[in-house]
């Protein structure tokens, strides 16, 4: 029996391929609509009472991907909207599907990526007297503290009004996510033909350009040109912006060094010489001018504040959310404006020679990047067995040395940390990971998306416990034969793999994950290729091969459950009970 309870399934009769061309329906105006304004994949999870809009937008090529979980299809989405500019978009089933797809839109959101999560829901009589529809949710009401906008069509008429609404909303301004609601009875009811292709909606320039204020960059260009020991930081909004050419130009214009956000990395590759990632310490702590563009003062950059910051610091912010001003530090330059319009301006405005880097600066930076250079190449050039975090980082380091095409993915505490600081990127946009929640299971779900959406390869480098939350899309690679290469980052555990049962019990501690488990045999079973790897040397090739493959791959790599730290670099912010300081674990690594 179908999920229905019995419920008689509506699909069959939805789809009218036989209609006469004076009649159209809910599901083909949707189609219409999303077709209309370029939505070219669509990521979900089949069933009532979408069925028939999954296999009817396949049907009008739009590509639709289906996942084993709608959180995943949800990430697929909203990396999609991340490197296309373009909301990317989710599909699922009423109340559960709906819910299990929230998590992403509420991620996207937080990021800052535009995506749509589109559900099916039940009858609208029926919930809001609560008597009990199959998978009955006021859907509407349960998305919107998790997005830009939440809307929901009542009318077949209104089709293509509330899409126009949903992908204005999710790429104005600060992108985010948008929930679109659509009752049953709206998809399935009928409407003229010509009625609906009225109702239509061509979104015309869904993200104005926002050029900002002229006094605005002079404020800015006069506080860098005042500044001793300047600094950029790019973030992630910088990365979405693809104004790619115009950054890179500003950075290398000024001189000023600039220090890449995670995701930023790329924009100007890692091994730039103004980067100043090697020397983070040094420059947040000294730094008298700070440009910050497409980025917050949240927590990953400690909200700007000492002891980490200066106290005398004196920021210059540019972003699109006027809001985000003022949010953590005074801000003393901020820049309104997007940032393609923006870093055009700044260019155009800046005269040659205004803004000097002082030698003493680049030299001190210089000084303590050697020094760290050389701390990490002890690291990282040590061939301890098992493997430990820096060793199996290197190796698929040096692999990606050629491929600078290559899409990295990357989640976990330890795995993410030192997948952030060893492995180069060389391009912009091709690290995606965690983000601004730190959370974990975007894993494959950002893998699938970035693959479908570009047709390039991914690496996915994953900790064993961050695999586990989306490890069931291996399916989904394999079904769609994509170019992913999941490396598992095997060290038995949740930070660490050799915790033990406080209370001397046979149960596992609560970090611990299974030893010797075989990640790469789970992609046997789908006929992917398996790899188990336990030096640097066979993790390497095995790297290599499945990339040169082109093939859904698994790569098993065995670490050392006794390398990881608690937490991995956050360890601050966990707090600590008696148990654990008893233990001596959770000690920070810092940086
Ligand atoms: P990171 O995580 O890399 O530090 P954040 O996600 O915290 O970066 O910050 C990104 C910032 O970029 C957000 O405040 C967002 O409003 C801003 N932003 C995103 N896209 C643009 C754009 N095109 N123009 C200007 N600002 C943008
Ligand atoms: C949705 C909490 C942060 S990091 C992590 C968890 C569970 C996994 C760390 O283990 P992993 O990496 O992946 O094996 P490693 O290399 O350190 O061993 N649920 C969600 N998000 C978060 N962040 C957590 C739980 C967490
Ligand atoms: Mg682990």
């Known amino acids: ?149 939440s809307y929901r069509v009542d009318r077949p008429e209104d089709i293509g009004i509330g899409v126009a609404r949903a992908i204005r909303a999710a790429l104005s301004g600060r992108p985010g996510g948008v929930y679109l609601d659509l009752p049953a009875q709206v998809l399935s009811a009928t409407l003229g033909a010509e009625v609906g292709r009225d109702s239509l909606v061509h979104v015309v320039d869904a993200a104005p350009r926002q050029i900002p204020s002229p006094e605005s960059v002079s404020r800015a260009i006069d506080l860098l040109a005042s500044a001793q020991r300047p600094l950029i930081v790019l973030g992630k909004g910088a990365a979405y912006a693809q104004a790619d050419a115009d950054i890179r130009s500003f950075v290398e214009e000024t001189g000023i060094p600039f220090l890449p956000m995670s995701m930023a990395k790329g924009l100007l590759p890692d091994g730039h010489p103004q980067s100043a990632a090697a020397a983070r310490s040094l420059v947040l702590g000294e730094a008298d001018v700070v440009m910050l563009i497409g980025v917050r003062l949240n927590w990953l950059l400690e909200h700007g504040k000492p002891p980490r910051w200066s106290p005398q610091v004196k920021f210059i912010q540019l972003d699109s959310y006027t809001m985000e001003i003022d949010s953590n530090r005074p801000i003393a330059a901020p820049v309104v404006g997007d940032i393609g319009s923006a870093m055009a301006v700044f260019r155009s405005t800046l005269a040659p020679g205004r803004v000097r880097v002082p030698a003493a600066w680049t030299a001190a930076i210089a000084q303590r990047k050697q020094q760290n250079f050389e701390r990490m190449a002890q690291r990282l050039n040590a061939n301890p067995a098992p493997m430990d975090f820096s060793s199996a980082m290197r190796a698929i380091r040096d692999v990606l040395a050629h491929r600078p095409d290559v899409f990295v993915v990357n989640e976990g505490a ?178």
């Not at 819910?99 to 559900?119: C, D, Q, W, Y």
């Not at 992913?484 to 019990?505: C, E, K, L, M, S």
């Not at 075989?518 to 095995?542: C, M, Q, S, T, W």
Request: aromatic share 6%; net charge negative; with cysteine.
């Open 1 to 149: 029996m179908d999920a229905t309870g019995g419920r008689p399934s509506d699909d069959s009769k939805l789809i009218r391929e036989t209609q006469s061309a004076s009649v159209t329906d809910g599901f083909h105006l949707v189609v219409d609509a999303l077709k209309l304004n370029d939505i070219k994949w669509v990521f979900g999870v089949a069933g009532i009472p979408i069925t028939d809009l999954a296999r009817l937008l396949q049907a009008e090529g739009i590509r639709y991907i289906g996942f084993r979980h709608e959180q995943s299809a949800g990430n697929a989405a909203a990396v999609t909207g991340y490197l296309t500019r373009w909301p990317g978009v989710c599909l699922t089933v009423s109340a559960p599907g709906f819910l299990n797809g929230l998590v992403a839109l509420a991620n996207a959101t937080t990021n800052g990526f535009p995506m749509i999560l589109i559900s099916g829901s039940s009858d609208r009589a029926i919930i809001d007297l609560q008597q009990g529809d199959y998978e009955e949710l006021d859907q509407m009401n349960a998305a919107k503290p998790f997005t830009k906008a």
């Open 414 to 591: 330890n795995t993410l940390d030192f997948g952030r600081d060893i492995i180069d990127i060389h391009e912009p946009r091709k690290r995606l990971d965690s983000g601004t929640w730190g959370v974990m299971g975007i894993g494959l779900g950002y893998a699938i998306g970035a693959a479908v959406t570009s047709g390039q390869s991914v690496v996915a480098v994953e900790g064993d416990s961050a695999f586990g939350f989306s490890g069931m899309e291996l399916e989904t690679i394999c079904r769609y034969g994509l170019p992913i290469v999941v490396v598992v980052f095997n060290n038995g555990g949740i930070y660490r793999g050799d915790d033990v049962n406080r209370g001397g019990g046979s149960d596992p501690a609560p970090t611990v994950l299974m030893k010797d488990a075989r990640y790469d045999r789970v992609i046997e079973a789908f006929g992917g290729k398996g790899y188990h790897a336990v030096d640097p040397k066979g993790l390497a090739n095995a790297l290599a091969e499945a990339l040169a493959s082109g093939k859904p791959a698994v790569i098993n790599s065995v670490i050392d459950p006794a390398a990881g730290t608690e937490s991995g670099h956050i360890s601050n912010l966990n707090p600590k009970s008696r148990i654990a300081s008893e233990q001596g674990k959770g000690k920070g690594a810092g940086e």
